[in-house]
T-cell receptor, first 113, second 114 residues
Framework: AQSVTQLDSHVSVSEGTPVLLRCNYS??????LFWYVQHPNKGLQLLLK??????LVKGINGFEAEFKKSETSFHLTKPSAHMSDAAEYFC???????????FGSGTKLNVKP | DGGITQSPKYLFRKEGQNVTLSCEQN?????MYWYRQDPGQGLRLIYY???????QKGDIAEGYSVSREKKESFPLTVTSAQKNPTAFYLC?????????????FGPGTRLTVT
């Protein structure tokens, strides 16, 4: 069963406009959730994580995400896109029994000048 | 600088040859992982290791092998039994096993087999 669904494979925004990357997960009880960013031919960099503390999580580079248990969502947002935000973003959920980190299929963010 | 190194960045091999991808970390992390990335498929777990001299198969272990003889090293061998080895391979580590601990990733190795 799919544990993480990234609802958009591609998102295109203009520089200076808000960014919304959507992620839904399926997991029983107390998941940990992460967002990573990957620039072309590079490794993944952690943007932010949720591990059952505050539901609104702030990350690096102005990104934040809100854990909504009732909607099983963990959408990534940023108030104002920058050209350097163009990259691929991955939502990741960790299940209750360890060592299973499930990656979404990724969302490619394009930022237009 | 602390981090994870993978070498080489690009690797080319002929079909039928085994090839070993290097992964080294100086973060003093206990857990290490190997993932395979294909376009449009996210990352898939090949093998992971929670501690030295121990490792477990992930979701797509067939045709791969690993070793964990030292805490800082977790090499991956792609054998000739792997039917479609061309991919981008990522190594990661985390401070400890457990769902709360984020993974740190290396820069990746792009393997091309012809």
């Amino acid at each position: 069963a799919q544990s993480v669904t990234q609802l958009d494979s591609h998102v295109s925004v203009s520089e200076g406009t808000p960014v919304l990357l959507r992620c839904n997960y399926s997991s029983s009880y107390s998941p940990s959730l992460f967002w990573y960013v990957q620039h072309p031919n590079k490794g993944l960099q952690l943007l932010l994580k949720y591990t059952s503390a505050a539901t609104l999580v702030k990350g690096i580079n102005g990104f934040e995400a809100e854990f909504k248990k009732s909607e099983t969502s963990f959408h990534l947002t940023k108030p104002s896109a920058h050209m350097s935000d163009a990259a691929e973003y991955f939502c990741v959920v960790s299940r209750d029994n360890f060592n299973k980190f499930y990656f979404g299929s990724g969302t490619k963010l394009n930022v237009k000048p | 600088d602390g981090g994870i190194t993978q070498s080489p960045k690009y690797l080319f091999r002929k079909e039928g040859q085994n090839v070993t991808l290097s992964c080294e970390q100086n973060l003093n992390h206990d857990a290490m992982y190997w993932y395979r990335q294909d376009p449009g498929q996210g990352l898939r777990l090949i093998y992971y290791s929670q501690i030295v001299n121990d490792f477990q198969k992930g979701d797509i272990a067939e045709g791969y092998s690993v070793s964990r003889e030292k805490k800082e090293s977790f090499p991956l061998t792609v054998t000739s039994a792997q039917k479609n080895p061309t991919a981008f391979y990522l190594c990661a580590s985390s401070i400890s096993p457990g769902k709360r601990y984020e993974q740190y990733f290396g820069p990746g190795t792009r393997l091309t087999v012809t």
